[in-house]
């Protein structure tokens, strides 16, 4: 609850700003949305890269790749990917 009580103080003063500011604020907000998502993705690369080069992954070609999902979500309980 806490929570939601300060997402509708931050509302309530962001509706309080003039419009144009109100603008601006989207903008910051979205543009720091993006960079967040590009550092996850960054990360979550990073460990990928780390883990093939450790030979955690093994090779495939996109179609046994797709093939091997396929199995997988038509049967989940089967496989040990």
Do not use: C, H, W
Not at 5 to 18: Q, T, Y
Not at 57 to 68: G, R
């Amino acid at each position: 609850m806490k929570q939601l009580s300060n997402l509708d103080k931050v509302l309530e003063a962001a509706m309080e700003l003039p419009l144009e500011q109100q603008e601006m604020l989207v903008q910051i907000l979205e543009n720091r949305i993006i960079e967040s998502r590009r550092d996850e993705i960054a990360s979550d690369a990073a460990v990928s890269i780390a883990e093939f080069t450790a030979g955690r992954f093994k090779v495939q070609t996109a179609s046994e790749a797709i093939q091997e999902l396929r199995e997988y979500l038509n049967n989940p309980s089967a496989s040990d990917v």
